[in-house]
């Protein structure tokens, strides 16, 4: 599993963008991924970087559909073939679940 933080965002519409994120926030809940948002990010898992990928370019289509002129993207990504990792399991890990 791949478990990737990521965060987008358009850097020319001004100081407040929520309605942009709000944007990109829905197209990752219709993926159906398992995926926490946070203040700054959200962390999502993905069974390949195929289908992370994808759900990227889906969240940049729908900002650049918005109007935006530019944007910021931020990834990380773990992809870990040792252990079958998760969030939940990262978390659990880190003493937060």
Same mark, same amino acid.
Request: proline share 2%; with cysteine; charged share 30%.
């Given at each position: ?6 965060? @987008? ?12 994120? /709000?944007?990109?926030? =829905? ?6 991924? /398992? &995926? $926490? ?11 390949? +970087? #195929?289908? +992370?990928? /994808?759900? @990227?370019?889906?969240? &940049?289509?729908?900002?650049? =559909? ?12 773990? &992809?870990? +073939? #040792?252990?079958?990792?998760?969030? $939940?399991? =990262? +978390? ?6």
């Amino acid at each position: 599993m791949i478990i990737a933080e990521f965060a @987008i965002f358009p850097t020319s519409e001004g100081v407040s963008v929520s309605k942009y994120v /709000k944007e990109a926030i =829905k197209v990752i809940e219709s993926s159906g991924l /398992k &995926h $926490e948002t946070g203040g700054m990010s959200t962390t999502i898992e993905a069974p390949d +970087l #195929d289908t +992370l990928f /994808k759900i @990227i370019e889906k969240c &940049h289509e729908a900002m650049v =559909k918005m109007g935006a002129q530019r944007i910021h993207i931020d990834l990380r990504v773990d &992809h870990r +073939l #040792d252990v079958e990792a998760s969030i $939940e399991s =990262k +978390l659990k890990a880190l003493g937060k679940r």
